[in-house]
């Protein structure tokens, strides 16, 4: 497993590489899938996930429509995704690094109940596809590291885990409809099905 001294976070780290990617799941916080990655030719394709998608830029820009608007994401900004948005991704320029975690909504209602002491109505909803936060995007990073390390306590991982998703809903989230997975209509619904 990298350590922050080992994972590559520039470009330069990884140039002889081209792109490269680390992908794991903590099964601990509902399956929580993590992410590393350098990308200076893969592309996403349009598509959706069942999770938020929240990736905190480490080096170069990366370029996705979301929304229906074009958003560029750099060094000390990250992108928001939250369930069920289509969205891409493709790097602006000669690349990017990126550090990806993807919650589910059930972790992520359960983090906001802890945080504000009660339940909950409706689904965290993030309305900006890009956040200018670079303390927090700081603290994305240093959680996938501290999450992918096995010295670090389990205490210590749940205490970052809380921090930084109870940050995260607290500076920039709201709250809207609930998400009731499973119970989508129309073109989702077909194409869960197809699936």
């Known amino acids: 497993?990298?350590?922050?001294?080992?994972?590559?976070?520039?470009?330069?780290?990884?140039?002889?590489?081209?792109?490269?990617?680390?992908?794991?799941?903590?099964?601990?916080?509902?399956?929580?899938?993590?992410?590393?990655?350098?990308?200076?030719?893969?592309?996403?394709?349009?598509?959706?996930?069942?999770?938020?998608?929240?990736?905190?830029?480490?080096?170069?820009?990366?370029a996705f429509s979301h929304r229906g608007a074009r958003h560029y994401a750099s060094p000390g900004s990250f992108a928001v995704v939250c369930p069920d948005e289509l969205h891409d991704g493709e790097p602006a320029g000669e690349g990017f690094v990126y550090r990806v975690l993807y919650p589910t909504v059930y972790l992520m209602r359960a983090i906001a109940e802890d945080t504000f002491g009660r339940p909950v109505d409706g689904t965290p909803w993030f309305d900006r596809s890009v956040i200018e936060d670079p303390a927090l995007a700081d603290e994305l990073v240093r959680l996938q590291i501290a999450l992918s390390d096995p010295a670090v306590s389990l205490l210590e991982r749940d205490a970052r885990m809380h921090r930084f998703f109870s940050a995260l809903m607290g500076r920039w989230g709201g709250f809207g409809e609930p998400i009731r997975l499973g119970d989508e209509s129309g073109p989702l619904a077909r194409a869960r099905a197809f699936l």
């Open 1 to 62: 497993m990298p350590s922050e001294s080992s994972a590559f976070t520039t470009l330069e780290d990884a140039a002889e590489r081209g792109d490269a990617v680390r992908f794991w799941r903590e099964q601990r916080y509902d399956g929580l899938e993590c992410l590393s990655a350098i990308f200076r030719r893969h592309r996403y394709v349009p598509h959706t996930h069942e999770t938020y998608a929240i990736a905190a830029v480490l080096d170069g820009c990366e």
